[in-house]
T-cell receptor, first 110, second 114 residues
Framework: KNEVEQSPQNLTAQEGEFITINCSYSVGISALHWLQQHPGGGIVSLFMLSSGKKKHGRLIATINIQEKHSSLHITASHPRDSAVYICAVTPRGDTDKLIFGTGTRLQVFP | NAGVTQTPKFQVLKTGQSMTLQCAQDMNHNSMYWYRQDPGMGLRLIYYSASEGTTDKGEVPNGYNVSRLNKREFSLRLESAAPSQTSVYFC?????????????FGNGTRLTVT
């Protein structure tokens, strides 16, 4: 069992829909990261959070430390949101490393 | 502000050939990383360097060597490439020990070993 699991693995949506991507982890963490990777492109950090909620534009990330769960929400989705979204955690006590999920591939159709 | 610069973008090697992937960052980060990304798997850590002059093995270090030449540069070397090393390689840098310090990635190197 992976220490960081994401669901769903693949997601398709119509433009304008509200999207939720989930991440569950099994280790104690000091931080959780959400990353975005466009096809053939590099990887960009979207959020780094250790509690509560963060918002940037149409993207919202939440984390529940007790339940070891985080969600990434996209409001009013757009085709340019099509990408792979990756969850990663910084383990508590080993802050030089990250453990990555396998990613959620999102396609938003017009 | 270049961030993390990684070269080359693409490379094809024959089995047994050697090559070095170069990475440089201009954000004065202490920590630098080399990852590989394979289909259906999460990013896997090959080697990392928590500070200038130190390097440590990650999850999949076999077949690779690294050099932290100075604070800016962290190179990854394949001494004798194998087809199993066909992958996309990413360099990254951060100050993960600092709060609110995200990871910054290079654009990746797509390596094919035939």
């Amino acid at each position: 069992k992976n220490e960081v699991e994401q669901s769903p693995q693949n997601l398709t949506a119509q433009e304008g829909e509200f999207i939720t991507i989930n991440c569950s982890y099994s280790v104690g963490i000091s931080a959780l990261h959400w990353l975005q990777q466009h096809p053939g492109g590099g990887i960009v950090s979207l959020f780094m959070l250790s509690s509560g909620k963060k918002k940037h534009g149409r993207l919202i990330a939440t984390i529940n430390i007790q339940e070891k769960h985080s969600s990434l929400h996209i409001t009013a989705s757009h085709p340019r949101d099509s990408a792979v979204y990756i969850c990663a955690v910084t383990p508590r006590g080993d802050t030089d490393k990250l453990i990555f999920g396998t990613g959620t591939r999102l396609q938003v159709f017009p | 502000n270049a961030g993390v610069t990684q070269t080359p973008k693409f490379q094809v090697l024959k089995t047994g050939q050697s090559m070095t992937l170069q990475c440089a960052q201009d954000m004065n980060h202490n920590s630098m990383y080399w990852y590989r990304q394979d289909p259906g798997m999460g990013l896997r850590l090959i080697y990392y360097s928590a500070s200038e002059g130190t390097t440590d093995k990650g999850e999949v270090p076999n077949g690779y060597n690294v050099s932290r030449l100075n604070k800016r540069e962290f190179s990854l070397r394949l001494e004798s490439a194998a087809p199993s090393q066909t992958s996309v390689y990413f360099c990254a840098s951060s100050e993960l020990r600092a709060p609110n310090s995200p990871l910054h990635f290079g654009n990746g190197t797509r390596l094919t070993v035939t």
